[in-house]
């Protein structure tokens, strides 16, 4: 093969991560915990391809107020669009609508998988991004909210959440809606999207902020204006207290009737009591409450909203750590209308794995151990490592022979960068003794650290570190030290 | 949200595969088999992102004998050209190359995932389908491609196969080079790609069409004429000899020396020496044997080849089913040179997960059975079911509520379409008695097949079908039934 001239530039492509070793291993483990939840829950597994007919996919971003340009796509050969898949909803979707004779209904299932948005990449912020979801289709019923509501509460546990490090926020788009009637802002009404934005800004805005956002309108820190919503002082302050109205699922319900009437609301509110209820049936407790502050995508749920975040993580200074949504979800009853004309109810829930696990890292402090490594001092003798290798293996013990052409010191420096627990050693002394040296390289590593500079205190400990087992107790010597560390 | 006028055609993109339940559970129970071998024998995972800018990645297909153009590629929007990856070992080569000084050396990488073709579909050929690597960069050692063959036979048989199941040919381009300088064909010669076409058309053609393309030519089925490569009788009397030997390693390396001299092909055989010793090491017997026919992508590979195989299943009338290639790989000593202008040695082996699950999955009778579904009679009481569910999960039971809005008729019908081995029953007469119905569906189906009309005997076997149980001996008496069937 011929090197083209010049030389292409080695270099990750903009806005996507290398992820390897302990840390991908985390967000694996982590799908495999959700995973196992959705199964006994009775949901099956999908998985769609990566990129679908542009048409077929929508520009519906849940997480989005208007439909979003930001996707990835290309032309086929046979000149129609394909576009690589935003979430992993609109393929659910297109898959329900293109099987939907053949199909259990309601269909159950879960997918896990990258998904892919062209944005402006940020701090954080990547173009190629992890999912796992599920959903329900065809179940008009809120029981089926709640089941997803609880299972989010049973997911984030098994991917090592405890009880009070996270909370599941509750609401419906009904809710919102009825409230909008009440202060004669009507779906048409340019005011409308002004009035959700300000309410969605309560997360980051003072109430005074959002206040002004509902009435004449704010200027930031940069000086730059927003024009507000200009309703009255009374529909600004029934807009606050409705938003104010929060807690125990049962009392909240109850409370909200103060600030919302007509057939709407109560609707909704009936809707968020048969959530209560099931929610309660399924155990859940004070961890998933009603917060009618939840707005999520406009247009695109139209009835239950929830939102999933972590909480409670102390940083270094000891303060409490927000690491913001890790998942969210709600009932979209139109997505698949799209396809269908006839509205097809769906309900569904999505985990971010990536920032759940780097929130859920944060909170790990060990790093995981490399394989055991097997020193070659001896090209012609490669096969005897190769053996101890599969030996220690068959006993086991995560192993690997060296393969590289380096001398002692090389092989211990890549022994070390593979975080290996141990180093086995056979040279020829060793051979002709019928003995393997065990080197303890995490012993050795703590004994550096403590002695520093002292070089007879450090030949002193050497003989802890390291040490000579018969060749036939190699396994059982290994596994020994593995205990101990 | 507005439905779109006309409505777009919900349908699959041409060339792509949707994947469920059981099938796809198979697939993923073999990826996590395979990666546990990887990361037993000390690989590490690394996924890379699912494209590249289009020149990092290159067009270098390794089962082609060509640059490939069959690549998705799309332009970014600071007009760099970005390209879906083919494979895992093109960007495997950008990430080594970017990240080399950090490294361990060598570095041992597994990852799975799946890769794009932009190449004309058919029938189980298709567009997006899943690849599962294991590579070590920076060893030339044949000890560390004898490894890869020693590791895929393991992966293998941690997928389900048995010794006697698969076979691993091996081979080493060395071996072939050296046979070519012997027939005088150089490495600028012509002739050289119709000999080595010809040699890999051994599989599919009798040896006397192939001995046909290494003379004048052949004429196939539908008279389309093949020019030949125009060696003289004792040329191609040699390369078939050649071509014929294989069977026990260290014998066959013996015997081929019959047919090849010079240094190129003596290099070639010491590595196949070196590379017999140590899988003898690893206690790989005669499942890993040399087979001078293995060809390969001719512009990847630099050394070892090899190629593994099922073998040995029998379909329905009794007759052995050949497979073909389930994963092959080799020594790939020039991909990163692309990038670094020095050599980097490497080595690996890829399994086509879909194809081994195909294969293996043809092995396989019985199918898996779905949740329990518990059955709402009471739109009322479905916190009831909820509840149930959750009780039985709790048990380790695989458990749902029934959430659509069907009778009871439409609810069973439910319950078979999810292969559910249980249906919970509790109408208003079992309330009252503080019991639920229990309904083993696999039973029933049994006896239904059957009894086919007879609806006596069909009314008697109701009993052992359906029976009533405490509500609070529920789980318990799943359980029983489960582990009766």
Not at 388 to 417: F, H, I, S
């Amino acid at each position: 093969m011929n090197a083209p001239d010049p030389r292409p530039k080695a270099r990750r492509a903009r806005g996507l991560q290398d992820r390897r070793g302990p840390g991908l291993a985390v967000e694996r483990g982590l799908i495999e915990a959700i995973a196992k939840v959705y199964e006994d829950w009775g949901f099956e597994p999908l998985e769609t391809p990566a990129f679908e007919y542009a048409d077929a996919l929508g520009k519906f971003l849940p997480d989005q107020d208007r439909p979003n340009e930001g996707v990835f796509a290309f032309e086929d050969d046979d000149d129609q669009w394909l576009a690589l898949r935003y979430d992993l909803t609109a393929p659910l979707a297109r898959f329900v609508a293109e099987n939907f004779d053949t199909l259990p209904k309601p269909y159950r299932r879960w997918a896990a998988g990258p998904v892919w948005r062209n944005e402006k990449p940020g701090p954080g912020r990547y173009r190629e991004f992890w999912q796992c979801d599920a959903d329900t289709v065809g179940s008009a019923s809120p029981a089926a909210d709640a089941e997803m509501i609880a299972m989010a509460c049973a997911a984030l546990e098994a991917a090592g959440a405890r009880k009070g490090d996270y909370t599941v926020r509750i609401s419906t788009r009904r809710l919102l809606d009825g409230l909008l009637e009440n202060l004669g802002v009507g779906q048409a009404d340019p005011r409308r999207l002004t009035v959700l934005r300000a309410i969605d800004k309560l997360d980051r805005l003072s109430s005074k902020g959002v206040q002004a956002l509902l009435g004449v309108g704010r200027k930031d820190e940069s000086g730059d204006f927003t024009q507000g919503a200009g309703l009255d002082d009374a529909a600004i302050n029934r807009v606050m207290g409705f938003l104010s109205t929060g807690g125990d699922r049962a009392g909240t319900i109850q409370k909200l009737g103060e600030f919302v009437s007509g057939p709407i609301a109560e609707a909704g509110l009936r809707e968020l009591g048969v959530i209560d209820s099931a929610l309660s049936a399924l155990k859940v407790g004070a961890e998933a409450w009603v917060d009618p502050a939840v707005v999520r995508g406009l247009e695109y749920y139209t009835g239950a909203v929830f939102e999933a975040e972590l909480i409670g993580a102390l940083d270094a200074e000891g303060d409490s750590i927000r690491f913001g949504s890790v998942g969210g979800g709600g009932r979209y009853d139109d997505l698949i209308a799209r396809f269908r004309g006839e509205r097809i109810p769906a309900t569904g829930f999505s985990i971010g794995v990536s920032r759940l696990a780097a929130a859920l890292q944060a909170q790990q402090a060990a790093q995981a151990d490399g394989p055991v490594v097997v020193l070659v001092m001896d090209q012609a003798r490669i096969g005897e490592a190769l053996a101890m290798a599969n030996e220690l293996r068959a006993g086991g013990v995560r192993a690997e022979a060296y393969l590289g052409g380096g001398a002692m010191k090389a092989q211990l420096k890549y022994a070390d960068k593979r975080a290996a627990p141990v180093a086995i050693i056979q040279g020829g002394d060793e051979l002709a003794k019928g003995v393997v040296t065990l080197k303890d390289l995490k012993l050795g590593a703590r004994i550096a650290q403590n002695l520093g500079e002292d070089r007879e205190a450090y030949a002193k400990s050497r003989e802890q570190v390291q040490r000579e087992v018969p060749r036939a107790g190699l396994v059982a010597a290994v596994r020994e030290v593995l205990a101990k560390t």
